[in-house]
């Protein structure tokens, strides 16, 4: 069964933190590893990781995937308040999406 | 305006009520998803469509139909509704040269849906 399991499913931090998102995929086929934020309405895309070890950037969120070990993790440093959300993390794979359940992150001033 | 937009936004009704949300977009993708989200499970998706003449089941489809009645329009009927429905419903389209490094899926605001 294509699965994507993600962890911590939620994390409570305090304004300057750093925090790491993990997401690992077991899929047939496998294309690309896709991270969305999701706050009150539809998810917004984030990265898109095709190849293994080359770390995508945007501001303080970076992401890398490793697919020898078929993970994934999204860095947010020095976090801010307005990174509180949902962020779900999905596989492509032949030419659909699957979802994992998301990591709920809270940033507390 | 809104790429994809979702009708209604939100929807209470009875059990065995029949109900159809509907999808429009104007991206000119011509692939179309349906998915449900439920606290702790992610997006999961019911059903797809490629193109007007094209309908696949997702992982969920049980319960659920579809019909793509054009490029642009991609409507879920629940033909019965039951109270496990009640979830969370985005419709997302993308086009089918995305993986040449273009965005994507883009997804609708979502229709929350409750089924007393």
């Known amino acids: 069964e294509d699965k994507v399991v993600q962890s911590p499913l939620s994390l409570v931090v305090h304004e300057g933190d750093t925090v790491t998102l993990n997401c690992s995929y077991e899929?047939?086929?496998?294309?690309?590893l896709l991270w969305y934020k999701q706050e009150k309405k539809a998810p917004t895309f984030l990265f898109m990781l095709t190849s293994s070890g080359i770390e995508k950037k945007s501001g303080r969120l970076s992401s890398i995937l490793d697919k020898k070990e078929l993970f994934s993790i999204l860095n947010i440093t020095a976090t801010q308040t307005g990174d509180s959300a949902v962020y779900l993390c999905?596989?492509?794979?032949?030419?659909?999406?699957?979802f994992g359940p998301g990591t709920r992150l809270s940033v507390l001033p | 305006d809104a790429d994809v937009t979702q009708t209604p936004r939100n929807r209470i009704t009875k059990t065995g009520k029949r109900i159809m949300l509907e999808c429009s977009q104007t991206?000119?993708?011509?692939?179309m998803y349906w998915y449900r989200q439920d606290p702790g499970l992610g997006l999961r998706l019911i059903y797809y469509s490629f193109d007007v003449k094209d309908i696949n089941k997702g992982e969920i489809s049980d319960g659920y139909s579809v019909s793509r009645q054009a490029q642009a329009k991609f409507s879920l009927s629940l033909e019965s509704a039951i109270p496990n429905q009640t979830a969370l419903y985005f419709c997302?389209?993308?086009?089918?040269?995305?993986?040449?490094?273009?965005?994507?899926?883009?997804f609708g605001d979502g229709t929350r849906l409750s089924i007393l």
């Open positions: 999905a596989a492509y794979y032949g030419q659909n999406f699957v």
């Open positions: 991206k000119g993708h011509d692939r």
């Open positions: 899929v047939t086929n496998f294309r690309s």
């Open positions: 997302a389209t993308s086009d089918a040269t995305w993986t040449a490094g273009l965005e994507p899926q883009h």
